[in-house]
């Protein structure tokens, strides 16, 4: 049942508008054909049976002096001419009063059968027989009150039944007309109806797949046409909201990339933290700080990234966060390669959809915070480190001035030339203090010859070398004229030939070499020295980097040579670098540009 009103109901209107209309006229025909028929049969067979009736009781009166008479010719005569004077009586009998058959007008005899079917019993009775397939009404009327017989007609009903018939097969052609007729009006109407409809759902269909201006011309002012307008009426407000909404999402749009745009070129650190301290956001300068990729941060609470020293202090840095102070404080963070990182923290809470957000900037102060340091050790230190190598230098030049053995007055004044380089050390370590604390440097570009930079700056270097020992060789081709700052051409250069005397065996060499390359002018500075291992390759141009504390107590330096020179070099349009295998030397080079 479910199933078939499924079906049903899926069905089009205009499939459904046939269905009914033909069902309609089938049921209203079908009624009507069977109460017409209903009535058409009781009203005939009452006729017949008042003519039954009428029959019967004429031959009963007019067979009572036959039978008194026994007059059986007269009676046969009687019945005879009865039943010829109507085309529908089948037959006509009379019976005694002891039920014998007196006379009758069957051909081929009396049919037993009839004898005791119908019976009068001292009135009239009707009953319908069935004789040799065709139905007869057969009706009795007693003679004189049934004591000397009754009177039998027999009526036939096939009349009626063919009459009957030949009114149904008409009632049939005509429902069939009807029929044929009503779907043709209800195609026709249901055309009509839905035309419109269809129309209203291909606008429909067009208007969802993205056709705002798609619209139903209403040609009729009824329910469909009033839908119609509805539709038009529902479709331009549609419309006006699309608008509207894609309006909005385009300012939405250019606010988020305009917002995205400050966020990623900030220097400074942003993150977003949840009501649980877990990071939802960060910005591309916190994957600069911390060294960590956005997949490694996102979903992690921020406390997995502080050192334990410092879980404490931050805790209760969370704790005031949570209860809305907002101050800006210092902390550290462990970044990913195991670093410390010095960081300058703001933040702020907010309320998103319900929800405790805090929003937070971080600046990265960790080189900053080495050179207060550096400078805080140089100055503290200044006055005593400054003046033991001079009063070093003052006492052996005296001692070796009255000194008469030469052998020892060398010894005197090679000491003297110690104490005298580690003076000039400690204003190396002022110098590079100095410039690196340089916001902006100004290049003042000429045409310099790197021959003579590279000349002058090995004769700075000599006097070192001999002392431990290291020879220095250059192997420079023609016409090497480039396009830079002469005088930070020296100071880079002076680091890179300065570290390959100061990190090599003794007795070991220093090759310089440079070359002309594509618009560029190569150099390179080659040691036979410690070397460096590849975990430490990518981090010697990286400011206050030193390979480790033996070294640096064995070499000294302020660890902001390199990095310095790599900055001097790349804003003048070079590259520098560096190839080194651990215990086999190293080879540091940069390129400048060619002075056309």
């Known amino acids: 049942m479910n199933s078939f009103l499924g079906l049903v109901t899926n069905l089009k209107i205009k499939t459904k508008l046939v269905l009914m209309v033909i069902f309609i006229l089938l049921l209203v025909c079908g009624v009507t054909t069977y109460y017409i028929q209903v009535d058409q049969i009781d009203s005939m067979g009452n006729e017949l049976q008042k003519r039954g009736y009428t029959i019967s009781n004429y031959l009963a009166d007019s067979s009572i002096n036959p039978i008194l008479t026994e007059d059986v010719i007269r009676l046969q005569q009687l019945i005879e001419s009865t039943k010829n004077t109507q ?186 933290l949840d009501s649980e301290g877990k990071f939802e956001f960060i910005n591309d300068a916190v994957r600069d700080i911390s060294g960590y990729d956005e997949s490694d941060l996102i979903g992690e609470n921020f406390k997995s990234f502080i050192p334990n020293d410092y879980k404490v202090f931050m805790n209760s840095r969370w704790q005031e966060a949570q209860k809305g102070m907002e101050k800006a404080y210092e902390t550290k963070i462990m970044a990913k390669d195991g670093s410390l990182k010095d960081l300058i923290v703001d933040h702020r809470s907010i309320e998103v959809h319900g929800e405790r957000k805090y929003a937070a900037v971080i600046k990265d102060i960790t080189e900053i915070k080495k050179i207060d340091e550096m400078k805080s050790n140089i100055i503290s230190n200044i006055s005593h480190e400054l003046r033991t190598p001079i009063t070093i230098m003052r006492g052996f030049i005296e001692v070796a001035m009255d000194e008469i053995d030469t052998s020892k007055r060398v010894k005197y004044l090679n000491k003297s030339l110690k104490a005298l380089d580690r003076q000039n050390q400690m204003i190396e370590d002022l110098l590079e203090v100095s410039i690196a604390e340089k916001e902006k440097f100004i290049f003042n570009y000429e045409t310099v010859d790197l021959e003579d930079v590279i000349d002058t700056t090995v004769k700075n270097v000599i006097p070192k070398a001999e002392r431990y020992d290291i020879e220095i060789r250059t192997d420079l081709e023609k016409n090497l004229n480039a396009k830079a700052d002469r005088t930070y051409l020296v100071y880079a250069l002076t680091k890179l030939i300065d570290n390959a005397v100061k990190f090599n065996k003794k007795g070991g060499n220093v090759a310089i070499t440079a070359r002309h390359t594509d618009g560029f002018i190569k150099v390179c500075v080659e040691d036979t020295g410690i070397g460096i291992s590849k975990g430490n390759m990518r981090k010697v141009f990286d400011k206050f980097y030193q390979v480790d504390a033996t070294t640096t107590r064995k070499y000294g330096g302020s660890g902001l040579g390199l990095s310095i020179a790599k900055h001097l070099i790349e804003e003048q349009g070079g590259e520098i670098w560096v190839e080194s295998e651990l215990g086999k030397g190293s080879i540091f080079c940069f390129t400048v540009p060619k002075a056309h």
């Open 87 to 272: 085309n529908d009586i089948v037959y006509v009998f009379i019976l005694d009063e002891n039920g014998e058959v007196i006379v009758h007008t069957f051909e081929n005899g009396f049919p037993v059968a009839l004898k005791n079917v119908n019976p009068a019993n001292g009135e009239e009775s009707d009953k319908l027989l069935d004789i040799e397939n065709e139905y007869v009404r057969d009706i009795a009327h007693p003679i004189l009150g049934g004591r000397i017989g009754e009177a039998h007609v027999g009526l036939s009903e096939t009349s009626i039944r063919a009459t009957v018939s030949r009114s149904i097969r008409n009632k049939i052609i005509i429902t069939a007309s009807l029929v044929f007729i009503g779907i043709l009006l209800s195609f026709a109407t249901g055309t009509i109806i839905c035309k419109p409809l269809l129309e209203l759902k291909n606008s429909a269909e067009d208007f969802g797949k993205g056709n705002l201006d798609s619209r139903v011309r209403v040609r009729r002012h009824d329910e469909i046409g009033e839908l119609a307008e509805s539709f038009n009426n529902m479709a331009e407000e549609v419309k006006i909201l699309v608008q509207e909404k894609e309006i909005n999402r385009q300012n939405i749009l250019e606010t988020k990339d305009y917002l995205d745009a400050i966020i990623s070129a900030s220097h400074d650190g942003i993150f977003v």
